[in-house]
């Protein structure tokens, strides 16, 4: 099949989002050419960015000729970005891929959903041809919150119109950089790790609080706290951080490098999250060998493949009993389940890449069809 020129625009150029752009643009076999913003102020990258984006898109165009498609992120007011790059851009088609969405991101007690960053979500849904999302957890969820839309913002919102232009596509992950070497057999300390932002989606307080309480009660352990702590609840956190010591060895986010190394060393990940439509810190731990301890909700149940939910998902209340019996079970020279980190091969950039080339193809011709 013929190459095609994607334009991906991406106003949050940082992390998971920088990660999947920069991933998908290395290892798809069309011309994916990345338009970034800047890595801070996810909200002025939505209120504002699409207007920078669209002058530099113009600049793109003049140099290298129209793409065939446009895709924009979440944090993109996508509407926005067509409507102001319409003299360059022309009728191209549009994707929306979605990381996270304003409707069911979950607020803090007492707040309120912003209805301009609601809205604009809405009208690049609209606007879109399709709406791509990294799990059937997180399209379900966005449906749901088109509900809740209606009812919060009193006005009508046709959600199957929405809902028949979706499709799922999954982060991707570098498979060969996360293995390990053969891990020693035998009983060992086990090193547990947490690798979420710290924000209060991630809930990292409770996955502290579970640690503590295992090594309280004799499950001795040394712990890796590796999410980035800026524009979070870090704060809030330092007390339980300092209670656990010196079992903490290595805190704060580290280099690419360096933090693939501790992965590969890690034994259990852990998470508490209460948001999480993909779980790519996870998902990367998993492949590189650690026996996940996470929730039977949100989008693990789907990562996580279901011959390995018994051993691996914990239900609400069930961390610090799921933690401390995995822990244990590793102390006395237990792995992670037998082929669970193999099976996390499926989200390799090779396999992810070769999907969201083939929907490409598939959209193109669906749109020159019509």
């Known amino acids: 099949m013929a190459e095609r020129t994607i334009l991906l625009v991406e106003p949050l150029f940082a992390g998971s989002h920088r990660a999947w752009a920069q991933g998908w643009s290395q290892a798809s076999r069309h011309d994916v050419h990345v338009l970034g913003g800047s890595g801070d102020r996810w909200r002025r990258g939505m209120r504002a960015g699409s207007a920078v984006l669209a002058d530099r898109a113009g600049e793109w165009v003049a140099a290298h000729g129209r793409p065939d498609l446009v895709v924009g992120t979440n944090m993109l007011d996508l509407a926005a970005f067509l409507g102001l790059s319409r003299r360059t851009l022309g009728p191209v088609p549009a994707v929306q891929f979605m990381h996270e969405n304003q409707l069911s991101y979950p607020r803090r007690p007492g707040e309120r959903l912003e209805p301009g960053l609601a809205w604009m979500q809405w009208r690049g849904l609209v606007a879109a041809d399709e709406i791509w999302f990294n799990s059937e957890y997180h399209r379900t969820a966005l449906l749901n919150g088109l509900a809740m839309l209606d009812d919060e913002m009193d006005s009508p919102v046709d959600a199957a119109s929405v809902a028949s232009?979706?499709?799922?596509?999954?982060?991707?992950?570098?498979?060969?950089?996360?293995?390990?070497?053969?891990?020693?057999?035998?009983?060992?300390?086990?090193?547990?790790?947490?690798?979420?932002?710290?924000?209060?989606?991630?809930?990292?307080?409770?996955?502290?609080?579970?640690?503590?309480?295992?090594?309280?009660?004799?499950?001795?352990?040394?712990?890796?706290?590796?999410?980035?702590?800026?524009?979070?609840?870090?704060?809030?956190?330092?007390?339980?951080?300092?209670?656990?010591?010196?079992?903490?060895?290595?805190?704060?986010?580290?280099?690419?490098?360096?933090?693939?190394?501790?992965?590969?060393?890690?034994?259990?990940?852990?998470?508490?999250?209460?948001?999480?439509?993909?779980?790519?810190?996870?998902?990367?731990?998993?492949?590189?060998?650690?026996?996940?301890?996470?929730?039977?909700?949100?989008?693990?149940?789907?990562?996580?493949?279901?011959?390995?939910?018994?051993?691996?998902?914990?239900?609400?209340?069930?961390?610090?009993?799921?933690?401390?019996?995995?822990?244990?079970?590793?102390?006395?020279?237990?792995?992670?389940?037998?082929?669970?980190?193999?099976?996390?091969?499926?989200?390799?950039?090779?396999?992810?890449?070769?999907?969201?080339?083939g929907r490409v193809e598939h959209l193109l011709e669906r749109v020159r069809a019509v």
Not at 229 to 237: K, N, S, V, Y
Not at 335 to 355: I, K, Q, Y
């Open 165 to 357: 232009k979706t499709w799922v596509g999954y982060l991707g992950i570098e498979v060969d950089a996360c293995r390990r070497p053969v891990a020693t057999a035998g009983p060992r300390r086990p090193l547990v790790v947490s690798n979420q932002r710290w924000h209060h989606d991630k809930d990292l307080g409770s996955v502290l609080r579970a640690i503590r309480t295992a090594i309280d009660q004799g499950f001795d352990c040394d712990v890796a706290l590796l999410g980035d702590p800026t524009g979070g609840e870090a704060d809030d956190l330092a007390p339980l951080i300092a209670e656990l010591g010196e079992t903490v060895v290595v805190r704060g986010h580290l280099p690419r490098n360096e933090y693939l190394e501790v992965l590969r060393r890690a034994d259990v990940v852990v998470s508490a999250a209460r948001n999480e439509n993909f779980g790519i810190a996870v998902v990367e731990a998993v492949a590189a060998g650690a026996w996940p301890v996470v929730p039977d909700a949100l989008a693990y149940p789907e990562v996580i493949p279901a011959e390995y939910h018994a051993a691996c998902l914990y239900s609400l209340g069930g961390l610090g009993v799921r933690l401390r019996e995995v822990v244990g079970r590793i102390a006395a020279g237990e792995r992670s389940p037998h082929g669970l980190a193999e099976s996390m091969a499926r989200f390799d950039w090779s396999m992810v890449a070769a999907e969201l080339d």
